[in-house]
């Protein structure tokens, strides 16, 4: 998510497994697991037939671009005809036009990745009052009805990186790049990490930049704060994709970009997965990050939105895919999907989808 004024709802995991050899024996996988129903309600959209339109954020990040990439590639392995992606170029405004021109071309499915948690809402009405089904990839909508949310567990990327922060700092100010708070990712991430510091390491002081997933905004505001705050011990970047590069390059410029190990070296701690992050810490120039899932993002979008096609239900419980499916306060149904800390330990895993992609 490099770019001069980015916003992104981002923030990778390991590459998911198969469903199994056929839609049938997955939905029943999915049954026995207790976390789906194969009950076909009939209705708008009942037999899976007719074209899926996909509905991006924006284009300007390393995530979304590899996202963008997986997406004919499951919609094929899953047998879903999808059209061309639509890129909202990070307004939300025009996502809801987006939405509304897709819908007019009489698509029988969305998976749309929303920009705004509460703008959306609008799209997602009108979907609904033309009986079409949507799946929610990344970010979950505050308001309107979806089949499912397909996201990791966003408040887990705030406390992973709490927690590999706390061990390294101990005390000291470290400093968390948040998202959008417009985006209940940049609040999710947000409050998981700042709880976390409170509860688990009382002797660490945060200091936050609202940079509102704002490559430029990062940076200018990181600056001011080395400057204000010499001893900063830590960095958490809420969304690498869009980060990553204005932080090394802030670092770099203040003679700060120590590797990691040499003296004066301060910790970060990233969430997406890309390859950019992975070459990072292999350079030791960033310590971790959280692996948010590109791949089966796109996998189980396309897979959730084939199923509510053909009418077919879902229950809260564990998955045959290694996740677990949440029933959300405003009754939507997420598939929280998992989302592993990558460390030097773990970065050439051939199975994390940063690597696959390289």
Not at 135 to 146: S, T
Not at 185 to 199: E, Q
Not at 313 to 334: A, Q
Request: aromatic share 6%; glycine share 10%; proline share 5%.
């Amino acid at each position: 998510m490099v770019g001069s004024t980015v916003r992104n709802t981002t923030g990778r995991t390991r590459r998911s497994r198969a469903l199994g050899a056929t839609a049938a024996a997955a939905c029943a996988a999915l049954a026995l697991a207790a976390c789906g129903s194969t009950k076909d309600t009939g209705g708008a959209g009942a037999g899976g037939e007719g074209k899926v339109g996909v509905v991006l954020p924006l284009l300007t990040s390393p995530f979304w671009q590899s996202y963008n990439d997986y997406v004919p590639k499951m919609a094929k392995s899953e047998d879903v005809d999808a059209l061309k992606t639509v890129n909202s170029n990070s307004d939300p405004s025009q996502q809801i036009t987006d939405i509304n021109n897709q819908l007019n071309q009489g698509v029988k499915g969305l998976v749309v990745a929303p920009l705004d948690s509460a703008a959306v809402s609008a799209g997602l009405d009108q979907a609904e009052r033309k009986g079409v089904p949507v799946v929610a990839v990344d970010v979950a909508p505050e308001k309107g009805k979806v089949a499912m949310v397909v996201r990791a567990d966003n408040a887990a990327y705030g406390r992973k990186a709490c927690d590999y922060l706390g061990r390294k700092a101990r005390s000291g100010e470290v400093v968390q790049i948040m998202g959008d708070l417009a985006s209940v990712n940049g609040r999710d991430r947000s409050k998981a990490f700042r709880d976390c510091v409170k509860d688990k390491y009382p002797r660490l002081k945060v200091l936050e930049i609202p940079a509102k997933w704002e490559s430029d905004t990062a940076a200018s505001q990181l600056d001011t704060l080395l400057n204000s705050h010499p001893g900063i011990k830590g960095i958490y970047l809420q969304a690498g994709g869009v980060y990553l590069a204005p932080t090394l390059q802030t670092l770099k410029s203040k003679g700060l970009l120590k590797k990691a190990g040499e003296k004066g070296h301060i910790t970060v701690v990233s969430n997406d997965g890309i390859p950019q992050e992975f070459d990072a810490i292999r350079k030791g120039q960033i310590d971790a990050t959280v692996s948010q899932p590109a791949d089966a993002y796109a996998k189980y979008g396309m897979y959730y939105i084939k199923a509510a096609m053909n009418g077919k239900k879902f229950r809260p419980g564990p998955t045959d895919h290694g996740s677990t499916i949440v029933k959300l306060p405003g009754g939507n149904l997420e598939d929280q999907l998992p989302a592993p800390l990558v460390t030097k330990a773990n970065v050439d895993d051939a199975g994390l989808w940063g690597n696959a992609v390289r």
